[in-house]
Structures are given as C-alpha cells and as structure tokens.
C-alpha cells in the first residue's frame, strides 16, 4: 500500500508538470521560461471584466450551493458525542494566532523583516486551534489521534503548493509583493515555509466541521461508480493540463480542476481505491467537507493577507470585479474544488504513513466519514 501510494503522488507530480510542457512542445512553444526553479510569477495583463463570462462561472458555484443546500436538507444526524474542555495547548494555538495576526498587520512593533515572515506562526497557530475546536466538539482530532500523519502533512504541503506556483507561472492568476529575497534559495526557504501549512490547515478544518452534527451527516442521492471513470478522469485532467500551457487566458479555471481529475485518476487506477467510493451509496462528504473546509481557510488566508507586509495579489482574466479583501469575489469558488484535491493528497500520505488498506478503522478514509 505504501508503495502504491507513493507512486500515486509522484505520478500525480510528474503529470502535472509534465502535461503543460508537453501542450507547449506539440504547440512550437519554447519551454524555458517554465523550467526555471522557484518559479517567480510577476504580475500580468490579462482580458477584462466580462458579465458574461461572470455568469458563465457562476454557474458551477451556484450548483455547488445547491448541492450543500440539498445535502443538508438530507441529512440524518446522529447523537454527538459529549463535548470535551477546551485543552490546554489550544490557547497557545489562539495566543500564536493574535500575537501573529497582530505582528502581521501592525507596523513599528518588530523590525519589517520580522513582520514579513509571521505568516507561518499565524497558520501553525490556525493548525493547534482548529484542532483543539475539533477535540472539543468530538474528543478527537489530527493532532491527538493522527500525530505522525499530521506531521507528515507539512513537508508533503510544501511539494504541493509548490505545484501550483508552479503552474501559476502559465496562467499568471496571482503575484506577490513585499517579499524581500536575496536570491533563488532564500525565496525558495521563505516561501517553503508558509506552504507546508496548506494541508495541515484545510486537514484540521475538515476535522471541525465534521465535528457538527448535520454536517457530519451530509447525505446526497447515490452516484453509480464505473471502472472507466478513473482513466477518463486521469486523461481529461492530463489534457486539460496540456491545454492550460496553450490557452492560458480561457483555461484559467482548470488550474484548480485539471490536478484534481489527475489525483482522482491515479488513486483509483495505482491504489486501487478511491477516496470518492462512499459516493454510490449518498454518502457525499468526502467532497462536501473538504471543499467546506477549504472555503473557510480560504476566508483566513484572504484576510490576514489584506494586511500584511508580504501580500499576494489577484490578476484573473474575465472576473476580476467585486473583491473581497484581494481575492475577485467568483475567486472564492476555486477553493472548493482546492479541498477535494487536498483531500486526495492527503489520503495518499495517510496510505504511505500507515502502510495499510483504508478499510482499516483508523485508516484516513474512514476518518473521512468521522472526522478526520
């Protein structure tokens, strides 16, 4: 299972850097401008606002909404289980947080090189307090059940994020300003730090939400499964990988929707099992939850990103109007298919941690149905 796992995320990996390439070479384009490492977006032009092309992207977050309205309204839930005291460590996740939001937003408290690095004691802080609201609620969470995979969380985090930065060097969606780098390696350690709390951050939301009662019941009309599906995801997402290198301006989107397909593909076709199985029977929240989860992360990092020394910056084709701190108001719905697709990576490390079938009772995906 290990191993099976391991070649599903490194496949995953080569995938979608390769995909792009390979849409370039077909296409005449030269590759060496997206072969350089870090990759360093700078800020693009791209076409401008469109009504309808608003709408047109509207519509699958409106049938996102749609689909959690719907699963709510089904939902059954079960008897929650007694509530635990508030532990300890998690007000020193509540004291990183207001010490790091406060730094990151207050000038003249600590010197500016300072101030631009408090973005990873904020989250490590984010990381301890959601899981402390998930053991309050649930008695359980990442941080005391699933130690050694919570921990295997953050180098796997950085090696994902760094895929989409890499990827973003094609579409030009986000720029960053106020970071101050001396060369290659010190970005590339500055950066690599903040991105290893990706994962764990959507993880122990997950594990929250799931924590409520209703939402830990999310319940949808089955889905028949097909054996084909897994290679038909696999190879749209590859070749909507291949067209994100050439078309860029219209594909913009499929930078959040391309790897997913991808990780979807690989889990069921190398490991033989896919995280999206409790489907055929209504059982939606391992999608529901993660992409839940992603969205409130989502509202954190756009927020203590609005104040800080060291910002990102949105430049999105089509739908660039109606912000919400810097993110274009539509951007938001990116974030959903975002959790579903750390989810899949993070089930694939919880295989490599534990070494074992999900079927077993404290595998990641049965965490999946109780809270991770």
């Known amino acids: 299972m290990r191993l099976r796992a391991l070649l599903a995320l490194f496949a995953a990996a080569l995938v979608i850097w390769g995909a792009p390439l390979l849409g370039l070479a077909v296409a005449g384009q030269p590759l060496a401008p997206y072969l350089e490492f870090p990759p360093r977006t700078q800020a693009l032009g791209h076409a401008p606002f469109s009504w309808a092309a608003l709408i047109v992207f509207a519509l699958p977050a409106l ?16 008897q929650a289980p007694a509530t635990q005291r508030f532990p300890w460590w998690g007000w020193i996740g509540l004291a990183l947080v207001t010490l790091g939001w406060a730094l990151a937003w207050s000038e003249g408290l600590v010197p500016p090189e300072w ?9 490590l802080g984010y990381v301890v307090t959601m899981n402390a609201l998930a053991y309050r609620r649930s008695g359980r969470s990442p941080l005391t059940h699933q130690r050694r995979w919570l921990l295997a969380l953050f180098p796997a ?30 970005y590339f350690l500055q950066a690599t730090l903040p991105f290893s709390t990706v994962l764990p951050a959507v993880v122990c939301t997950r594990a929250w939400l799931a924590s409520f009662a209703r939402l830990g019941a999310l319940a949808l009309p089955p889905v028949r499964g097909h054996a084909g599906l897994a290679w038909g995801a696999l190879l749209l997402g590859a070749l909507a990988l291949g067209g994100l290198g050439l078309w860029p301006e219209q594909l913009f989107a499929l930078l959040w929707l391309a790897p997913l397909l991808v990780l979807a593909g690989l889990q069921k076709v190398l490991v033989g099992e896919s995280l999206f199985a409790p489907l055929t029977h209504g059982d939606w929240r391992p999608v529901l939850l993660p992409a839940l989860a992603a969205l409130v992360c989502g509202l954190f990092w756009e927020m203590w990103n609005w104040g800080s020394a060291a910002q990102w910056h949105y430049s999105v084709p089509y739908v660039q109007r109606f912000h919400v701190f810097e993110m274009p108001l539509l951007g938001y719905a990116g974030y959903l298919p975002f959790g579903v697709e750390c989810l899949l990576a993070a089930d694939l490390v919880a295989r490599i941690v534990r070494g074992r079938d999900s079927s077993s009772p404290d595998s990641q995906s049965d965490t999946a149905h109780e809270g991770i």
């Open 115 to 123: 101030r631009r690095q408090t973005f990873t004691p904020l989250w």
């Open 63 to 78: 049938g996102a909404a749609a689909l959690y309205a719907a699963g709510l309204a089904r939902a059954r839930p079960r």
């Open 157 to 186: 985090s950085a090696a994902f994020w760094w895929l989409f930065e890499y990827l973003n060097q094609y579409t030009g969606n986000w720029y960053y300003s106020g970071v101050a780098a001396t060369g290659a390696w010190d």
